[in-house]
């Protein structure tokens, strides 16, 4: 009722709104309105604007996707306590609600290899992996532009869910996604001087059946860096999911909440801020909403504490 004579009492005045007001039942004077607005904010009030700001800048620094779970996640980690349902709340009074994916794909990116032979499945829709290095998968996917579709191609780690080659081009053929596993190699062996990260013997690398993922150039690069090739056996999105899930986070995350797009050089730029924001600080449920980076850190101290002269 305060907020209601707020809004009209320029326009009728206090008086009369609690005079229609009481007869309809209502029953408030104009004293008890020049009371509540003189009365200072409950604690509930200033508790809530104090988290209200901490909210918004979770939000903002997060590209604006963060739902009430996460928002709540990562105040948790910078150490404000705060329940979860008032999370909910309040973001429901700034009006800021987590992204939602959802959009089907309308553009074709993989090309089927059907006349060569084809590597075996070695995953089988099983995307786990007890250390880094394991698993990774491959997948490419579009974006469209003022000057075109331009296409990105993704190296993710299985067991981190750590981005490790990325690579934007106007093309689909062999070189874009060669260039990311090139990065994905390049990161793990410059990661090696730290004693981490740098052994690839035994990993297997895991693609849909798209001819740049069974070109000759790429599989022999695999197989010079000690990785054991994996196609999915049925060719739908489920037997490359989890890059499918990785590349919806982008899509969703940035590229339909940023557009239009204007070239291949502006996606390019927000795919490399997006991969740093995705690596150092999203929080992910798979790993215990923690960012990938950490999770790995995570993994190499326990590692180094059980074995320390491994």
Not at 214 to 227: D, K, P, V
Not at 273 to 280: G, M
Request: with cysteine.
């Amino acid at each position: 009722m305060i907020d209601y004579i707020d809004r009209y009492r320029t326009e009728f005045g206090v008086e009369p709104i609690c005079r229609v007001l009481s007869s309809a039942g209502a029953r408030i004077a104009p004293s008890t309105y020049y009371a509540a607005k003189h009365r200072p904010p409950s604690a509930r009030a200033v508790r809530d604007a104090q988290l209200k700001v901490h909210i918004q800048r979770v939000y903002r620094d997060n590209f604006e996707v963060y739902g009430a779970d996460k928002v709540w996640r990562q105040l948790g980690r910078e150490g404000i306590a705060v329940a979860r349902c008032t999370v909910e709340r309040l973001m429901r009074e700034l009006g800021l609600r987590g992204v939602v994916r959802g959009r089907p794909k309308t553009r074709r990116t993989t090309v089927p290899q059907l006349a060569a032979e084809r590597p075996a499945d070695l995953v089988g829709r099983q995307f786990t992996a007890t250390a880094p290095n394991r698993l990774w998968v491959a997948d490419l996917t579009y974006v469209g532009t003022w000057t075109g579709f331009c296409y990105a191609a993704f190296v993710i780690d299985v067991y981190s869910r750590r981005i490790l080659g990325w690579r934007c081009a106007n093309h689909l053929r062999t070189d874009l996604a060669l260039d990311a596993l090139e990065m994905a190699i390049w990161t793990r062996q410059r990661e090696q001087d730290g004693d981490q990260g740098g052994d690839l013997g035994g990993l297997v690398h895991h693609s849909d059946r798209g001819v740049q993922y069974l070109s000759i150039r790429y599989t022999e690069r695999l197989a010079e860096a000690g990785a054991v090739t994996s196609v999915g056996s049925r060719g739908d999105s489920y037997d490359n999911a989890l890059a499918e899930t990785t590349i919806g986070l982008f899509k969703t995350e940035i590229i339909a909440r940023r557009g239009p797009w204007r070239s291949m050089a502006q996606v390019e730029s927000a795919l490399a801020e997006w991969v740093d924001w995705y690596n150092h600080r999203r929080l992910h449920g798979t790993c215990g909403d923690i960012p990938p980076m950490e999770y790995e850190q995570h993994y190499y101290q326990r590692r180094a504490q059980e074995d320390p002269a491994a």
